[in-house]
């Protein structure tokens, strides 16, 4: 399937070559509800480390090359993190051979209300720097972090990166859930940060809905048309009115490693961990075994 008639790479090859199954399923998922008419709301438990936000920029480079005039809007827990990802939102498009289609990139500005030590909205105001990248095609990448407001008066497909982990994720869940109205995706993906949080309430929601799990044996990523038979793609039922997600996924570290982690760990960092060596080292680096989970 190809990313564009005018791009000469097939991307399910290129996602074989460059990315493990959990993240060519996350990749290429939203195919299956957009030739439904449908918009795409999926949630992941992931564990720390498994290259989730990293193969989500080839995702929305690919995506906003397929749609014009839409946009995606990336929050992240900080600006050093918001940064990381659209470097790699570049090098993307750069390994594509597409950077012909970025008219510009960088980092702005925008003003904003500032908040409180509690998270709360204040009389006075900020400015928050963001950074985008805008292709030809009107589409635009934009990536936040910090305060929820600032992306209030942006539109389009959004991406919560780390969810559990944002200091006011109350009010960025707020702000983010009402861009995509206008027939657009939404995606929120974190490890977990005690069960206290809004991002355990969502998967908790999915859980009793959902199902999206990669096996080891399913080594072919879906093709955009999934058969909901298979395991690694969405087997869908009607959700709760309270529950928006159409899309679960739940990738644990031993899953990972499994899913073939540990083979790029050891390639790209020249190691020769074991399976097993490798879990007790994160076991015994956690200190815990609550911290490990």
Known sequence: MAILPSIKID?????????MLHQSIWIQADDYFHAQGKQAFALAEKSVRIGWTFCDGFKNVRKRLRFKNRDYLFVTKDWPSAL???????????MMGYTRAVLSHGEDFVKVKSLDPQGRPTSLTEEVKIGYIKFQNGSRIIAFS???YAMA???GDVGLDEFAKHPNAKLL???AQARVT??????????HDG??????????QARLTLTLTPTPSDREPSSSTPDTQHSTTPTLHHSAPSSPWNLYFR????????LDLLDVINRTKDTNFTPDQFITDCQARSGSDEVYQ
Do not use: R
């Open 173 to 175: 869940w707020q702000t």
């Open 153 to 155: 008066v942006y539109g």
């Open 84 to 94: 990381e990802y659209m470097n790699h939102v570049y090098e993307f498009a750069d």
């Open 251 to 258: 990738v644990t570290m031993p899953d990972a490693i499994e």
């Open 195 to 204: 069960e206290d949080t809004l991002f355990n309430q969502f998967a908790q």
């Open 182 to 191: 206008w027939a657009c995706d939404l995606a929120v993906w974190s490890s």
């Open 11 to 19: 991307s399910t090859a290129t996602l074989a070559k460059y990315f």
């Open 146 to 148: 910090s305060n929820p």
